[in-house]
């Protein structure tokens, strides 16, 4: 009787396992594996910052425009000591197209906007070097991608110029001992050889 | 199949790539502003009024001649001489010049203002006029003055020099006879002034004074005379020669003057204490200068009462630091002249001022005529930092101009710019130059008029002021407003 359920119990299993193994092979045998190279020819960057005329010169109160890039020159980092009203910066630094065989196309992502409310406007100009036309702003206080066209930047002349517009508006409670407040604010300065669509964010 | 499979994978990897992704590059900026209090302050002047304009309340000169042009003043006339006018030979612009030939009252010469005087009891008149002798024929005595003649023209008094080194009081009636005289020197050929006054009593009551071209007091005689009791008369000029010769001596005369007041100052009142004037004319030399302790200044005039060559010439009110304040530019219709009275108009400025001086609005009022220019320190801008900036002003397209607005507006630093330029309220220069500033002593300065009165005009400026010169390094702009009225 017992040596009789053990035989059932076994052929549910082996049923089991037929069924089991019939699927694995089914399965597995949809899986087709083809060789693929991908082969990453690294580029010196064609787009690059430079300092400006004003990069470093005399700042207010004895202090400095602090314009700096990193060594590859992809990124820009600027210390500016503005006060109360419109502070202008101009040519403090430049966009290079070292790719002297195309244009690129770049637009501004602010991804961290200045938040102090005494901060009432902050402009970033992208202007020809001489600073007679402008070809685009930026709204530092405003997150996103700007300006809504691209602006392009072509190998002659392949040089364009940033000038940067800060407002500040004090309070009634603010004295002439009163410091401006400090802020910071990240932008991603994007650039692509085509202009045809965004990146996505 | 699966080779067609196998290309479709192959050629999606390759292109996706390039249509997205790969076409997009970040680098970052990273924008950090460390805040400061502002190295430049906006500040109200010392003196927070302007000057809208000066007008003459009154005149005490019934008459004055410069002798200036060709022809002999009309309503003048003569007895005896030979009188002619001299271009250039005055002590300044033309003379009068007389020969005696012995044909006038008592063998002088008479050249006169031809109106009636009255004499009646209590009138009081001052006369001067410049006079030098230029000529004596030899042996004899020429005297030149100032004549007082009766009406009718028999009898006059002659108060004048003489080349006999005297200064007279003449009476010819109609012959001459000295009344009084002081001994000083007289050179020929040099100018001397005459100031006489006479006071109708009971009597004639003469004061007669000689001053050298600077206002020096040179010799003071008086006289009492009844001799001749007119009701009226005459002023005017005299030449007369004795001795060897009676005729033939010749004088030259200039600024003459004659009125009822006192004609050796001009009075300006309504002035602010501590104010300073300055009479300029038409030549452009300082005639008289002075200082206010009360509201009121005389400035003497002595040495050239009928003001340069008798035509326009200016006065120049200033603030007590010596800044201008308002020119006065005297109509060339007209001559300033010893014994004027003018008064200023000032108006007072509203000046405002932000919080952190870095915003100003001024409210003021300036001259409502061409024939006054209001000038003023406007805004007072202090360098905190010890550094020097560079500055300039700009007048900005936001501004409205009332009609008939004339105005430079100007920034002084260690120089003056040159001028934002605004004619007629046309602006034809809206920038300055670029001065550097430090300390406290620059200044935002206007100098304006309106050609009517009731305008307001609203000049929108911005001060910008950079770490590095031509407008380099970090620039910072300061509104300023400035409403303008007459």
């Known amino acids: 009787m017992a040596l009789q359920r053990v035989s059932r119990r076994a052929k549910w299993l082996l049923a089991i396992l037929v069924v089991a193994t019939s699927i694995a092979i089914v399965n597995a045998s949809v899986f087709v594996f083809y060789p693929i190279n991908v082969s990453l020819q690294g580029q010196a960057p064609p787009i690059v910052f430079s300092t400006g005329k004003n990069a470093n010169q005399a700042d207010l109160w004895g202090n400095t425009i602090g314009v700096t890039l990193d ?103 603010d004295t002439p001992n009163s410091a401006a407040p400090n802020d910071s604010c990240t932008i991603q300065l994007v650039y692509s050889p085509q202009n045809a669509e965004n990146p996505s964010p | 199949m699966k080779k067609y499979i196998a290309i479709f994978l192959i050629s999606f990897l390759i292109f996706l790539p390039q249509l997205h992704a790969s076409r997009f590059t970040l680098d970052t900026i990273s924008a950090s502003l460390v805040g400061q209090a502002p190295p430049v302050t906006l500040n ?62 008592g063998g002088s010469t008479e050249f006169y203002w031809n109106t009636q005087v009255s004499f009646t009891s209590g009138s009081s008149y001052n006369i001067t006029a410049k006079v030098k002798i230029s000529a004596v024929p030899s042996n004899s005595i020429v005297y030149a003055g100032i004549a007082i003649i009766r ?17 007279n009081i003449r009476l010819f009636s109609p012959s001459p006879t000295t009344l009084v005289f002081a001994q000083v020197t007289i050179t020929l050929n040099t100018w001397y002034i005459i100031y006489v006054s006479i006071t109708r009593t009971t009597t004639n009551i003469i004061n007669a004074y000689l001053y050298d071209v600077n206002g020096n007091l040179l010799a003071n005689i008086s006289a009492t005379n009844n001799n001749f009791n007119p009701n009226s008369g005459f002023f005017g000029v005299d030449v007369d020669t004795r001795g060897s010769a009676t005729n033939n001596g010749v004088a030259r005369f200039d600024d003459f003057l004659a009125g009822n007041g006192d004609l050796r100052f001009i009075r300006i ?36 009462v009928v003001v340069g060559t008798g035509t ?24 300033i002249l010893g014994g004027d009275t003018y008064t200023l108009i000032t108006a007072t400025m509203t ?29 007072v801008i202090s360098i905190v930092d010890s550094r020097t900036y560079y500055a300039l002003l700009n007048l900005t397209s936001s501004s409205s101009l009332a009609s008939g607005l004339y105005a430079n507006i100007t920034l002084s630093g260690s120089s003056n710019s040159t001028s934002i330029v605004i004619t007629n309220s046309v602006v034809s220069t809206s920038i300055t130059s670029e001065v550097s500033i430090s300390g406290s002593n620059n200044y935002i300065l206007i100098s304006a008029y309106y050609t009517t009165a009731a305008k307001t005009s609203t000049l929108n400026l911005m001060l910008q002021y950079c770490t590095v010169a031509n407008g380099n390094g970090a620039c910072v702009l300061y509104p300023i407003n400035l409403i303008i009225k007459s």
């Open chain 1, 71 to 173: 060594s590859t020159n992809t990124t820009l980092t600027l210390t500016l000591h503005p006060t109360w009203r419109t502070n202008l910066y101009k040519n403090i630094s430049l966009i290079v197209n070292l790719d002297t065989t195309r244009t690129y196309y770049i637009k501004f992502n602010v991804t961290s906007p200045f938040t102090n409310a005494k901060i009432t406007s902050a402009i970033l100009y992208i202007k020809n070097l001489a600073g007679t036309t402008t070809y685009g702003t930026v709204n530092l206080l405003t997150s996103g991608l700007q300006p809504n066209s691209w602006i392009s930047i072509s190998n002659n002349p392949s040089k364009l110029r940033l000038d940067l517009i800060v407002i500040y508006t004090p309070a009634n409670t």
């Open chain 2, 44 to 105: 109200q002047p010392a003196y927070t009024y302007t000057c809208l304009y000066l007008s003459r309340t009154s005149r005490a000169a019934l008459t004055y001649q410069d002798f200036e042009g060709t022809s002999l003043p009309s309503n003048w006339a003569s007895i005896g001489s030979t009188w002619s006018m001299i271009p250039g030979g005055g002590y300044k612009g033309g003379a009068l010049q007389g020969t005696d030939n012995g044909g006038g009252i």
């Open chain 2, 151 to 167: 009406n009718p023209t028999n009898m006059l008094y002659e108060i004048s020099i003489s080349s006999n080194n005297r200064f």
């Open chain 2, 269 to 304: 009142n309504n002035l602010q204490s501590g104010m300073q004037a300055q009479i300029i004319d038409n030549l452009g030399n300082l005639v008289a200068s002075g200082s206010a302790t009360t509201s009121n200044l005389a400035l003497n005039v002595l040495s050239d």
């Open chain 2, 312 to 335: 326009d010439g200016r006065i120049i009110l200033k603030y007590p630091s010596g800044q201008n304040c308002l020119i006065y530019n005297n109509p060339t219709s007209n001559a």
């Open chain 2, 351 to 379: 000046i405002a001022i932000d919080s952190t001086k870095t915003l100003a609005n001024n409210t003021f009022y300036i001259s409502p005529s061409n024939a006054n220019i209001t000038q003023t320190i406007a805004i």
